[in-house]
């Protein structure tokens, strides 16, 4: 019975220092997910931007005319 009580009482204190690790490392997880959706969304922008600019340079070259915001 004291042996039972023992590995209980040590399983208990042992618990919170598990979970602690388990939360850590999902924590971590999720981060490195949003951190490489980030990244992804960066490529976009920056596609979507080119893209824009494209767009103007050829209305521009169209109209013979230079739009605002043109470089």
């Known amino acids: 019975m004291l042996e039972l009580m023992l590995n209980v009482r040590a399983w208990a204190e042992a618990r919170p220092t598990y979970e602690d690790i388990k939360s850590e490392s999902e924590v971590r997880k999720?981060?490195?997910?949003?951190?490489?959706?980030?990244?992804?969304?960066?490529?976009?922008?920056?596609?979507v931007l080119s893209f824009v600019e494209v767009v103007r340079s050829a209305v521009a070259s169209l109209t013979g005319m230079s739009l605002p915001g043109m470089r």
Do not use: F, H, P
Not at 39 to 47: F, G, S, W
């Open 30 to 47: 999720r981060l490195d997910e949003i951190e490489k959706r980030e990244e992804v969304q960066e490529d976009t922008r920056k596609k």
